[in-house]
Every structure is written in C-alpha cells, then in structure tokens.
C-alpha cells in the first residue's frame, strides 16, 4: 500500500504562483510513476500532468503547458507541481496519484493509477 497527502494549496490571484507537494509513504517512492489530476465541482477528474518513476520523461496535458512543471525528489518520497501564470479556470481540486506505469499513453489515465491522495483546493480568483 502506498499512501499520498497533498499540500500546498492556496487562493490566489490569477497569474500568480502556487507549488504543490505530494508525501508518499508505505512503499519504495521511486518504483512509481507520479501524475496529478484535477477535478472541478460537476465535472469529471481530468488528467494535468505525470513523470515517471526515474524522473526521466514528463507528461502534460496541453491547458497547463508552459505554466506547469512537475518534479520529484525521490530521497524525500515526494512529487512536486510547481503552477506558474494561475488561471481562473484552474480552480480545481488537485489529486495526487501513484501507479506502475510504464506505456506513455498510460500515463494520461486515471484507471492506470493505484493509489491517490484526499486532494488540496487550489483557487484563482479574477
């Protein structure tokens, strides 16, 4: 079992900054691939942004690239989403995710992670 808590979340301004943290325990951090999702009330959890579990390839869905940068620190069992030039529509609740995934289509899908996080509330106001 492996266990994920996100933090970081925050209101802020539109075009502002906010980085998220995610503390990974109960298993080897680095045997996985990491990916954050958001969900906005009444729509359905969509895919953001993932890296793989050497840190070597990076994954973004196209409304966050260029603003989005996702990290880890595998000696600290932590994944990082560090969110740039904040967006009103970028409101969401932030999940973060771990599975073993190893095909790059994967990676965008929600049903390929094994484990999540209770989520953090990011919200950009104007």
């Known amino acids: 079992q492996v266990q994920l808590v996100e933090s970081g979340g925050g209101l802020v301004q539109a075009g502002g900054s906010l980085r998220l943290s995610c503390a990974a325990s109960?298993?080897?951090?680095?045997?996985?691939?990491m990916g954050w999702f958001r969900q906005a009330p009444g729509k359905e959890r969509d895919f953001v942004t993932a890296?793989?579990?050497?840190?070597?390839?990076?994954y973004y869905a196209d409304s966050v690239k260029g603003r989005f940068t996702i990290s880890r620190d595998n000696a600290k069992n932590t994944v990082y989403l560090q969110m740039n030039s904040l967006k009103p529509e970028d409101t969401a609740v932030y999940y973060c995710?771990?599975?073993?995934?190893?095909?790059?289509?994967?990676?965008?899908?929600?049903?390929?992670?094994?484990?999540w996080g209770q989520g953090t509330q990011v919200t950009v106001s104007s």
């Open positions: 995710a771990a599975g073993r995934i190893f095909r790059w289509s994967d990676y965008l899908s929600r049903y390929r992670y094994d484990y």
């Open positions: 109960g298993r080897t951090f680095s045997s996985y691939a």
């Open positions: 890296i793989s579990w050497s840190g070597g390839s990076t």
